[in-house]
C-alpha cells in the first residue's frame, strides 16, 4: 500500500497568522501520492497549508509529512526542505517588482535548482510555455497583466522545484470557461507526476470535478463519497466542467 | 517553527553558491538605491554645509585672529567628527528607511513576503543581510563622499575672501586629522547603517496584513531610526571626547 505524503490524525494547530484549525473538529486525512485533496473552505485551506509548511504550533493531534512527524524546533533551523511542497496562492504571492518569468525562476535561481545540461532558466520557461503564458508576457511585472496571468504564473512558479506536495488556494479563480481544459490538463499532469495536490476553494463544482476526496471545515474528516452526499445540481456542473474544452473535438468530428 | 526529520530528504539544489549571487545582486541593488541615487542630494547639502561652516568660521576667527591651522581642526572637529556622519545618517533615514519599511511592510501586506517563505526562501538571508550589509556600505560611502564635498564647498568659501591654495588647505586638513578620528568615522557610519537598516526592515516585517498599518510602521520606522541615530552619534562622540579629550 502507498504510504500517504500527508496525514493529520486529530490535528487542532494554531497557524502563523494566529488562525486556528480544527478547532470546530479536529482534522483528519490521508493524502497519497497523485491523490487531489479538496477543502471547501480557503481560510481553512490556507491555515493548514501554513502549519504544512511548519509556519504554526500544534495544539493536540498529529501531522506527519513524508512519514515524518512535523515537530517544533526552536531556534534557526534550516527551510530548504520546502522546496518539497509548492504552493500558489490566490492571487498574491508575485513579487511586485520582479518580471513574471523572474517571479517563476525565482526558486530554481535562489535554490540553484536546474536539470542537468539545461540552463538555470529552462525550467521557468518550460513551466512558463505549458501554462501557455504568452512569451511576449514574460518581461512584464504582475501590475501590468490580468488576473488569468498572474494566476498562471503563481501556477508554474508552484512546480518550478519539482515538489512532491502542491498546495492550491482557490486554482479556479481566474480561469475562464474557455481556459478550463488547460488548468484540467496542468492539475492531471501534476497527478500524474505522483505529486499529492490539497486544493482550498469555495467553487463546490470545480473541487468536485478535480477531487478524490474532500473536507468541510466544520467535521473536520475527509470524505471520499462526498459526490453521493452532494447536491444533484453540484454534480451536473462538475460533469458539465469536465467536457468543457471537447466541444472543439466534438464539432470536428 | 515546525519541521519534519526528513533524514532521507537530499538538497538537489546548488543553495550556497546561489544563496551567495542571490545576496550580493540585492545587496547591490539597495546600495544603488541608497549611495548612488543619494549622491546628487548629497552633493548640495555637503557643499552649502562645508561652505556655511568655513565661512562662519572664517569669519568668527578672523575677529580673534588666529592662524590658518586652527581653521582646519575646526573644520575636522566640527565636519568631520560631527556633522558629517550626522547629517548623512539624517539624510539615509529621509530617503532609504522610509523606503525600506514602507517597501517590506507592503510585500507582507501583498502576500509575498508569506510567498517567499513558502518558496523555502530565508527572509532573513534573502531580505533582511544584504539590505543591512547594503545600508552600512552605503552610509560610509556617502559619509566619505560628504566629506570631500563639504571640504570642497570650505575652500570655495574660504576662497571668496582671501586666496587660499589647495595644497595649503589640504595639508592643513591632513595635519589637524588623527587616526582616532578616521577609526570613530568609520565606527559611527558601521553602527547607524546596520542598526538603522536593522530596525527599518523589522519594524516592515511587523505590519500584520492590513494596508492601514504601512504608513503607521513607515512613521515609527522613521522615528524609531532618527532617535537611534542620534543616540550612536552621541554616544560614540561622547566615548571618543572622554578618550582623547577635546583638542582644539
Known sequence: MIQPTIRTKDLVAQAKDQSLLGEESPLNFELRPGEVGGIYDPNYAFSLFQVIMGLGRIESGHIEIFGSPLVEEKGETSITWRQLIGFAGARKGLLSNLSLFDNVNLPAKYHGYYKEGQGLEHLAQEQLEELEVPQKLWGLRPHQVSGVVIKKTLLARSVVLNPKVLLLESPFEYFGWQELRLLKDWLEKQRAQKRAILIGSDHIPFLTMSCDWLIEAKKGQMDRNFKANMEPSFVAMAELMKKSGERDEIVSD | ?248
Request: charged share 15%.
Open chain 2, 1 to 248: 517553527m515546525l519541521k519534519p526529520n526528513l533524514s532521507d530528504f537530499q538538497d538537489q539544489s546548488h543553495g550556497t553558491q546561489s544563496h551567495k549571487k542571490e545576496f550580493l545582486r540585492v545587496m547591490l541593488q539597495q546600495v544603488y538605491f541608497t549611495f548612488i541615487q543619494a549622491m546628487p542630494l548629497v552633493v548640495i547639502i555637503a557643499s552649502i554645509v562645508g561652505a556655511a561652516v568655513a565661512f562662519q568660521t572664517r569669519f568668527t576667527l578672523s575677529f580673534v585672529g588666529t592662524d590658518g591651522n586652527k581653521l582646519g581642526e575646526i573644520l575636522v572637529f566640527v565636519l568631520f567628527r560631527e556633522l558629517t556622519p550626522l547629517i548623512t545618517a539624517l539624510l539615509v533615514i529621509a530617503r532609504s528607511i522610509t523606503a525600506v519599511s514602507s517597501e517590506l511592510a507592503t510585500m507582507t501586506v501583498q502576500r509575498e513576503i508569506e510567498a517567499l517563505e513558502f518558496i523555502g526562501i530565508d527572509i532573513n538571508q534573502f531580505l533582511l543581510a544584504p539590505r543591512i550589509a547594503a545600508g552600512v556600505i552605503s552610509l560610509f560611502c556617502l559619509s566619505f563622499c560628504f566629506w570631500l564635498i563639504s571640504l570642497a564647498g570650505s575652500w570655495i568659501s574660504i576662497n571668496w575672501f582671501s586666496y587660499w591654495p589647495i595644497d595649503r588647505f589640504l595639508s592643513v586638513i591632513a595635519g589637524s586629522l588623527m587616526p582616532s578620528d578616521i577609526f570613530f568615522f568609520i565606527l559611527k557610519s558601521f553602527f547607524t547603517g546596520a542598526i538603522v537598516f536593522y530596525m527599518a526592515a523589522r519594524t516592515g516585517l511587523k505590519v500584520k496584513g492590513a494596508s492601514f498599518e504601512v504608513p503607521i510602521m513607515t512613521n515609527k520606522a522613521v522615528v524609531d531610526a532618527l532617535f537611534v541615530a542620534m543616540g550612536i552619534q552621541i554616544l560614540l562622540s561622547l566615548i571618543f571626547y572622554l578618550s582623547f579629550g577635546v583638542k582644539i
